[in-house]
């Protein structure tokens, strides 16, 4: 179990793991043993989110959500294959939490007939500095 605060917890079901060889600097330990985890969430069948965090999810998730509604996380930091597990659990709860936040409501506001007024003096005050700029007109 996984457990993302007090309210939500990820059953073991819902979670897998697959192990794969890592690519990158290693030496023969990278050819020999599998470090990099793969770890698969299914959420979209998770019956301990709601469905906008499931959507807010989706948005976060970007390119790992797959088409059956997992998120898939690969991780191959470190040699070792408990810390990256360790990494990949992390980085999932932290997605999971981020979601669960539901972003605020816009209000729609005007602005203020001072700041209008401001506004529009401030535009006339620079429209004649810039035609002050120009060459005297020749006055026959």
């Known amino acids: ?18 192990f794969m060889r890592a690519s990158g600097p290693g030496g023969q330990n990278v050819n ?10 299914e959420a979209e069948r ?7 965090v499931k959507a807010r999810l989706k948005k976060l998730a970007g390119r790992r959500w797959t ?12 040699r070792s294959q408990l810390r990256n597990r360790e990494i990949a659990r992390e980085r999932l709860v ?11 409501r816009r209000i729609a506001t005007k602005p203020t007939y001072g700041s209008q007024l401001r506004r529009m003096a401030a535009k006339t005050q620079r429209g004649t500095t810039k ?3 120009g060459k005297p007109l020749d006055e026959e």
């Open 67 to 78: 088409l059956e509604g997992a998120i898939v996380l690969q991780v191959d930091e470190t």
């Open 131 to 133: 035609a002050l700029r």
């Open 94 to 104: 932290e997605l999971i939490r981020t979601a669960l936040i539901a972003p605020k």
């Open 1 to 18: 179990m996984l457990r993302i605060n007090d309210t939500i917890a990820l059953q073991d079901w819902e979670l897998s793991e697959s």
């Open 46 to 52: 998770c019956p301990s989110l709601a469905a906008s």
């Open 32 to 41: 020999k043993v599998s470090t990099a985890v793969e770890l698969r969430f």
